[in-house]
């Protein structure tokens, strides 16, 4: 059985919706962290992420943490689900490319934007954008045709951070579409802590 370390909407609310779409078996743990805002609390003695953040997987003895090695790990992990082009698929490299871009380019252009709100977008943001863009053109999904684990990181991503980003276009419709999954809305349910 597979153990999700979560905070309600943080970068862990991505992997509920991902296990979702999976099927797999969970249970998620759910844990203070110290938001961005200052609200919260954190560290959480019961969090066994090296620096006390979510998302963090437990499998067995395995532990997982940085949210590109979680959703590449349980998207691996659960194969029927066919999520993760596999290795020596055709799809494989710009799947994990797509993965590592929304960590490590979108997540900071996001955050690049958000620091910078007003008047002309950062040179990074608007980059990110014409990128998505440009893939989403042959869409519907980033792999084209095929959904994958990738849509639901972008997906979760796109989602807080949607009053950043275009109203309309090929960017809000993607986002709209993904949005509307029923796994999404199975997360959403799962993501905040269940009032006893
Ligand atoms: N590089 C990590 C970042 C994880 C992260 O910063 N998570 C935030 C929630 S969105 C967190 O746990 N913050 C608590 C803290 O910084 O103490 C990842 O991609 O998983």
Do not use: C
């Amino acid at each position: 059985m597979l153990t999700l370390f979560h905070a309600p909407r943080s970068r862990s609310s991505r992997i509920v919706w991902l296990l979702e779409e999976l099927g797999a078996p969970y249970q998620l743990r759910y844990v203070s962290i110290r938001y961005g805002d200052g609200s919260g609390d954190g560290p959480d003695p019961a969090n066994p992420h090296p620096d006390a953040k979510v998302p963090a997987l437990r499998d067995d003895a395995a532990l997982v943490t940085e949210s590109a090695a979680v959703a590449t790990y349980v998207a691996d992990r659960f194969p029927a689900a066919a999520l993760a082009p596999a290795i020596g698929d055709a799809d494989r490299g710009a799947y994990l490319t797509w993965l590592s871009w929304i960590e490590g380019e979108f997540g900071p252009a996001i955050f690049a934007r958000m620091a910078s709100p007003d008047g002309p977008a950062p040179a990074a943001f608007a980059a990110a954008l014409r990128r998505l863009d440009a893939a989403l053109a042959a869409g519907p999904f980033l792999l084209g045709e095929r959904f994958s684990a990738a849509d639901v990181m972008l997906g979760g991503t796109l989602g807080w951070a949607r009053h950043l980003l275009p109203q309309d276009g090929a960017i809000a419709a993607y986002a709209a579409r993904l949005a509307a999954r029923p796994a999404f809305a199975r997360a959403a349910a799962r993501d905040a802590v269940p009032v006893a």
